[in-house]
């Protein structure tokens, strides 16, 4: 619900600072001297479109917001399973943080495992899905990296293993 | 000797048993790495270029063509059943090929995308065999105004993407804009909005950008329902490609259409596949006359897309072929080809290697039958895909996408920008803006201020590119773009009230 009623607000909000902060930036950068235009030319052109547009939603969804809060409460609470989301996130975020240093092989069982799991339906989560996940892990983890490494001949981040 | 009896010669050579077995190869693994997020055409002929050292020149770049022409198709497959596009070429393929695939007829958006794929490539083929030579005479002619007037025509179609809420539709192509503009600038290659951090002087790169979008915010989205169970999608069994004769005769004018556009956008350097995949669509859903069902699962959506962007191939093979200019990341890999097996691409290669030029056109139209054969053949272990639950599939896409997102440029950057873009396309979602205005924005943005400032380095004004016919042309399309748009939405707010 909240997405639903304040999502336009919120959505101009941060156009209207993008494009006061790429304009500022575009300031800041160097003026052409061979030619009219310069590197500075495109962002200032985009962030003053920006500009504009997000003011023209922010007026637009205050003058609406009475029509899009009733339209809001009409269609009922956000259902969205918001820890599983937020869940995900921090996995993937790991993930493509460890991914160099710890390297390919022992990043992904680990990610692949738990994603696996934090996206799995509580009824999927008894002792034989387990197991099931795991065997998935570590054969798709082993045959893309034998798949990428010697067959495709792409080297993926080795980590503390070197094969 | 004509062209024909030409063609027929080099058809012969090209039917071998060795060559004939090496282009199936070529083209499935072109059809592997195309339908794997992550994984590109350019990749895979990248991969396949060392493995060409051995083979004649004629059989080295008739497997090049194989793998290129299968990667192009590929795409089609991760893009109608996961709604991730394997290539950029398919971005628009998912917009009415996912809605099919959901309502159970993913076998007939995937018949329909195989045989619309191989009838645009054949068609820009049968032009590439027979007037090449004429067709880069007139890419010549383009200059880079001409070049600008089209990316700003492209541009206009957001415009279009975005009928029903067109300020969220813009403001949601801008950003695409914004990123497009991190990294070195064009012409002076003054750093931009890089913040000091040497990786980004490159920009970001398209691949990671669509796996961000697609792939990591798909995860996302799905996390959000997922709990409540696994929905089954159901896969109705259809007979042959899954569609009627009336049907296919139906869709013709449509393909013809769309494969003019691909053929068009591949001739001039630079643009390539997902513009012209864009472009079909945006123009066949303006013409159709039910534009109501784009989008929510309608075969003709296909028919434009696929058709479009396999046409591209042929012509960009044109500039390749006659000029030696390659017009993408994956025909400056067929250049390298050619300079390895010595021969140098452009108007002596006609003279000089007359054979190998129309072994690779011979190879084109064989390898398009391929690749009709091959994906045809395995369309029902394609659709199996389905079967795997939604808890499991994902994480295991997320990982091909991570390791495609490495293998780009072997650098970590481009993975950890994987979740950047992943969060971006959730926040989209949540915020009901489209997502489509931004790839198509990301896409054509840099290559736009290229285009102007190249023209303005030229031409000194702006004013001076209306002394330009064919800018003039675009340039009044996409005025009246906007206007009809514009037109649109205005009709459509006051309707609503």
């Not at chain 2, 592997?32 to 020149?57: E, H, N």
């Not at chain 2, 093979?317 to 452009?346: C, K, W, Y």
């Not at chain 2, 924005?441 to 190249?454: D, H, N, P, V």
Request: net charge positive.
């Amino acid at each position: 619900m909240f997405f639903r009623k304040y999502g336009d607000i919120i959505t101009g909000l941060f156009y209207a600072v993008l494009g006061a902060v790429v304009i500022y930036l575009a300031g800041l950068l160097p003026k052409s001297r061979v030619m009219k235009i310069g590197p500075d030319f495109m962002p200032l052109v985009i962030g003053s479109i920006i500009l504009v547009l997000a003011l023209m939603l922010l007026f637009s969804a205050v003058k609406n917001f009475k029509a899009n809060s009733a339209k809001a409460e009409a269609a009922g609470p956000d259902t969205a399973d918001y820890k599983r989301v937020l869940a995900s996130l921090v996995l993937v975020v790991i993930y493509v943080n460890i991914l160099a240093p710890v390297g390919f092989i022992i990043s992904t069982l680990g990610y692949l495992f738990l994603q696996i799991i934090v996206l799995a339906p509580n009824d999927r989560r008894s002792a034989k899905n387990i197991l099931t996940y795991a065997i998935i892990d570590v054969v798709f983890v082993f045959a893309v990296f034998f798949l990428f490494r010697y067959g495709f001949k792409i080297v993926l981040p080795a980590g503390i293993f070197s094969l | 000797m004509g062209a024909l009896s030409q063609l027929g010669a080099a058809a012969l050579r090209v039917c071998e048993p060795t060559s004939l077995l090496l282009m199936i190869a070529g083209v499935t693994i072109g059809i592997i790495f195309g339908s794997i997020p992550g994984l590109s055409a350019s990749m895979a002929v990248a991969l396949m270029l060392p493995l060409t050292f051995s083979m004649s020149s004629s059989l080295g770049m008739n497997v090049l063509v194989a793998v290129y022409i299968g990667g192009i198709s590929g795409g089609l497959i991760s893009a109608i059943l996961l709604n991730m596009p394997g290539t950029a070429s398919s971005i628009a393929t998912t917009f009415d090929g996912y809605p099919m695939a959901q309502k159970g007829e993913a076998m007939k958006a995937l018949g329909v995308g195989i045989v619309f794929s191989f009838l645009g490539s054949i068609f820009s083929f049968v032009i590439l065999t027979f007037f090449a030579p004429w067709l880069a005479d007139v890419a010549l002619k383009f200059a880079a105004p001409d070049n600008f007037g089209i990316c700003f025509f492209a541009l206009t179609m957001v415009a279009v993407l975005s009928s029903g809420n067109m300020v969220k539709g813009l403001l949601a192509g801008m950003l695409g804009l914004v990123f497009a503009l991190v990294g070195l600038a064009p012409i002076d290659g003054t750093a931009r909005f890089t913040f000091g951090i040497p990786e980004m002087r490159g920009g970001f790169n398209t691949l990671t950008t669509l796996i961000g979008i697609f792939a990591v915010a798909d995860i996302l989205v799905s996390a959000e329902t997922i709990g409540k169970g696994i929905k089954t999608i159901p896969v109705k069994k259809v007979k042959g490609f899954g569609f009627s004769v009336a049907e296919f005769f139906r869709w013709i004018p449509g393909a013809i259409r769309a494969a003019l556009i691909g053929t068009g956008i591949g001739i001039l350097p630079g643009i390539g596949g997902s513009t012209s995949g864009m472009l079909a669509y945006v123009t066949a859903k303006n013409m159709s006359s039910h534009p109501e069902t784009f989008g929510q699962g309608d075969p003709e959506g296909i028919v434009a897309t696929e058709c479009a962007n396999n046409a591209t191939i042929g012509g960009a093979m044109i500039p390749l072929l006659v000029l030696g200019i390659p017009g993408d990341g994956v025909t400056a890999m067929m250049l390298g080809g050619f300079l390895i097996h010595g021969l140098s691409a452009g108007p002596l290669l006609f003279v000089k290697n007359a054979d190998v030029v129309y072994g690779i056109f011979a190879a084109c139209m064989i390898c398009a039958l391929i690749m009709l054969i091959v994906e045809w053949t395995c369309i029902k272990a394609f659709v199996q895909v389905l079967k795997v639950p939604k808890h499991v599939l994902l994480p295991l896409i997320l990982v091909l996408c991570a390791v495609g997102a490495y293998a780009t440029n072997n650098r970590i950057f481009d993975v950890q920008s994987i979740v950047v873009f992943g969060v971006i396309g959730y926040l989209y979602h949540k915020f009901r803006l489209p997502t489509t205005p931004f790839v198509l924005c990301f896409l054509i943005g840099r290559m736009t201020e290229e285009y102007l400032r190249r023209g303005l380095m030229r031409f000194k004004t702006f004013g001076a590119f209306f002394s330009r016919p064919i800018f003039c042309v675009f340039f009044a399309i996409a005025v009246a773009v906007i206007l009809w748009s514009l037109y649109k939405e205005v009709k459509a707010s006051r309707a609503s009230k």
